[in-house]
């Protein structure tokens, strides 16, 4: 997870926990105060971008179904 170095709205920070509590197993999530983006975990050279909690979301669930990001570990 990555924050800005300035600080961001309660709203933001809550939208930014939100994300990486359902998504941290397979994305990096970030928000440098203008831009949302996630990289998948699988897949790090690829970003989605966002300039949206909301639209972020719905960009991670699509590329989640789409290419399968699930980050499964061998025991």
């Known amino acids: 997870m990555t ?3 300035q600080p961001i709205s309660r709203e933001d920070q809550t939208a930014l ?3 990486n509590w359902h998504w941290d197993t397979a994305y990096n999530i ?4 203008e831009t949302w983006s996630a990289s998948p975990l699988t897949e790090p050279t690829a970003v989605l971008i966002a300039e949206s909690a909301e639209e ?3 960009l991670i669930r699509a590329d ?12």
Request: hydrophobic share 25%; net charge negative; charged share 35%.
């Open 3 to 5: 924050v800005p170095n």
């Open 30 to 33: 970030a928000y440098d105060g």
């Open 56 to 58: 972020l979301r719905e």
């Open 17 to 19: 926990n939100d994300l």
């Open 64 to 75: 989640y179904q789409v290419n399968d990001r699930r980050n499964w570990r061998e025991p």
